[in-house]
């Protein structure tokens, strides 16, 4: 079956703009949730979406955002964007809480911040 | 909060064995898991330790000791193919659907 699929898989914004990421989970996958990677942070858990709901957030400021569609598909938002917010945005899918740990990852979006 | 501490590099030779290990520190436990990225790829599933003991996956395996908040990750008879990062992980506390990742390992694979 088809993975993880997030788009665009790369893009170049200037300071002040915002974005929009999206992300398609595996078929039957209920469970969205992104992550921020970077060189000096690592991956740091942003938002997890179930069933178009919120239910978790990560330690990140308010100008990050998203939301879940009835298809399952996430998007996530970022406005007023800072030279700190260049990083892989990681997008993830389960069906929910699992036994084993197992999260299915896109190959994330690339942000530059100029 | 979540602390999970890997040593940054680690480099070996092709078809010897590496042991990469994880530190950890979490006000709950759910079981630790392994991941793998490659330069440019999706972080992927390797491996999850809920109760200690070695997990064997092919020539993967993976270590967990809860009383001393440790796990490692051993590769054998390494190829190419593994250069790569390795992240340990850990459930959230709360019953949350979200991972908090170590810091990562970048493993070298050397002719």
């Known amino acids: 079956k088809a993975g993880v699929t997030q788009t665009p898989r790369y893009l170049i914004k200037t300071r002040g703009q915002q974005v929009t990421l999206s992300c398609s989970p595996i078929?039957?996958?209920?469970?969205v949730s992104w992550y921020q990677q970077t060189p000096g942070q690592g991956l740091q858990f942003l938002f997890e979406?179930?069933?178009?709901?919120?239910?978790n957030k990560g330690n990140f400021p308010g100008r990050f955002s998203g939301r879940q569609f009835s298809n399952s598909r996430s998007e996530m938002n970022v406005s007023t964007l800072e030279l700190g917010d260049s990083a892989l945005y990681l997008c993830?899918?389960?069906?929910?809480?699992?036994?084993?740990?197992?999260?299915?990852f896109g190959e994330g979006s690339r942000l530059t911040v100029l | 909060g979540q602390s999970l501490e890997q040593p940054s590099e680690v480099t070996a030779v092709e078809g010897a064995i590496v042991q990469i290990n994880c530190t950890y520190q979490t006000s709950g436990f759910y079981g630790l898991s392994w991941y793998q990225q490659h330069d440019g790829g999706a972080p992927t599933f390797l491996s999850y330790n809920g109760l200690d003991g070695l997990e064997e996956t092919g020539r993967f395996s993976s270590f967990l000791s809860r009383s001393d908040s440790y796990g490692y990750l051993l590769l054998q008879e390494l190829q190419m193919k593994d250069s790569a990062s390795y992240f340990c992980a850990v459930w959230a506390p709360d019953g949350a659907n979200n991972l908090f990742f170590g810091t990562g390992t970048r493993l070298t694979v050397i002719p």
């Open positions: 979406y179930f069933s178009e709901t919120q239910r």
């Open positions: 078929s039957g996958h209920r469970s």
């Open positions: 993830a899918s389960s069906m929910d809480r699992g036994n084993t740990g197992e999260l299915f």
